[in-house]
């Protein structure tokens, strides 16, 4: 079976993105939190990317998401910081603190701890938005170890960043 989350497919996604990108004119920021990363990395590994990324933040702790990302303390004290509106805070927050001109902000649970009842392995809160316009986030139920989970976050949000863009 092929791997549709493998290293060659996320470059594959990652290019396609940056083509996107590139041909409208668009900057990426990057606010990650269970991913610590891994789209930036996806997206800095295409050669020409200085064109079209801006920045990425991987913040984890609730401090980090409110100095970096503006997350507000009360939404991570009521809501969580795997939550819908944690996710538009932090992807609203990365456009404010950057010079892009669309977001992609993650926060999820990658395991193999951290879950919960109502919350499991594998819950991840992906959000979008364009300088400019709304945000808008989806909730994520991934299957699979750490890794597995990771992958298809990046894969999940680089394909939602082309409907966000308008591919």
Not at 2 to 17: C, G, M, N, R, W
Not at 108 to 121: F, Q, R
Request: aromatic share 6%; proline share 2%.
């Amino acid at each position: 079976m092929h791997d549709i989350h493998s290293d060659a497919a996320l470059q594959t996604l990652a290019e396609d993105t940056g083509e996107l990108l590139r041909a409208r004119h668009h900057r990426l920021v990057t606010a990650e939190s269970c991913t610590g990363g891994w789209i930036a990395k996806a997206v800095t590994d295409i050669a020409g990317c200085s064109d079209w990324f801006d920045c990425g933040m991987a913040a984890y702790s609730y401090e980090a998401k409110q100095a970096l990302l503006g997350v507000n303390p009360h939404t991570l004290e009521t809501h969580g910081a795997v939550s819908r509106d944690t996710a538009i805070e932090m992807v609203s927050g990365a456009l404010v603190n950057s010079g892009a001109s669309v977001a992609v902000a993650v926060t999820g649970i990658a395991g193999p701890g951290g879950g919960s009842e109502d919350k499991p392995v594998g819950t991840v809160w992906i959000a979008w938005k364009r300088r400019g316009g709304y945000a808008r986030a989806e909730l994520f139920h991934f299957a699979g170890d750490r890794d597995a989970v990771r992958r298809q976050t990046v894969a999940a949000a680089l394909r939602g960043l082309v409907e966000t863009v308008g591919g």
